[in-house]
């Protein structure tokens, strides 16, 4: 119950009204009898910086960056973490005692999806579709868990190669690349918005694919074409849920500085979204 000691975190976007931030955190906060409150706060980007004053005048604890204004939001903040500064976006600010500090969860809680789901991912072959924003923080990500290969396929081919170029000159040991047709890929995410928007939709087509782990970012629909083609092969699926809820968990632990048992925390918010 909010009352006179209850200390809020938000979340910041240019239209969050639809954003499932707020159940996810307030169940937590609930569970835990934590005095805390999430909010969800649509702004235009002129009022970053007021917004910013506001964090400190209020002693709002901390809050979450959305589109789009995960990179803009950089020159506000006082430090970024090492989780932040290769991807240049941040998802979460921490603020301790009026010092603003900005982290990047989004790759940290993908790679949790996995490892809740049992999906090791070492010395693997990896397909990511798409380079935009999303696939930036999940490459950075996945690269420090020493898999054989990551190879990208997006519809400008340009953009994948400015990616894998950055992370070729950090990451010596792994095979980075274009999608190869003859390599069976171990696992294949999507990280485009394909199958959102029009629920017939797949980023790649599975017809081919002997047998691999199947994971998309896109939570809405819960199932997407994708994910479905998936199952209908028999192969592990991972839902987009899951790396929203695991990025959220990571985002409250910063702020909170503590640690969930996240495997059932993960199982029980996604029952509560979807019993809905
Ligand atoms: P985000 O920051 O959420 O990742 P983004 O930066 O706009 O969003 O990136 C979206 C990615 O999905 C891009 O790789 C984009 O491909 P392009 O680089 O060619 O723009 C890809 N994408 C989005 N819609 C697509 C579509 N209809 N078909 C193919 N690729 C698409």
Known sequence: MIDGKTKLICLIGQDVTKSLSPNIHNYIYDKYNLNYSYMNFSLEEKDLESFVNSVKVLDIKGFNVT?????????????????????????????????????NTDGAGYVLSLETNKVNIE????????????????LYEICKYKPNSIHIKNRT?????????????????????????????DLIINTTSIGMKDETKTPF??????????????????????LKDGKSKNFKTIEGIEMLICQGIIADQIWLDTEFDTKSLLDEIKNMIFEK
């Open 67 to 103: 589109i789009p204004y995960k990179e803009k939001i950089i020159e506000f903040l006082d430090e970024i973490d090492e989780s932040a500064k290769d991807i240049k976006a941040v998802n979460t600010v921490k603020n301790i005692d009026g010092k603003l500090i900005g982290y």
């Open 157 to 185: 081919q340009s953009k994948s190669e400015i990616l894998i170029d950055e992370v070729r000159n950090i990451y010596k040991k792994i095979d980075f690349g274009n999608f190869d047709e003859n390599i069976d890929y």
């Open 205 to 226: 087509e599975l017809d081919k694919i002997k047998n691999s782990v199947i994971s998309d970012i896109v939570y809405i629909p819960r199932e997407t074409k994708f």
């Open 123 to 138: 010395h693997k072959n990896i397909l990511i579709i798409g380079a935009g924003g999303a696939a930036r923080g999940i």
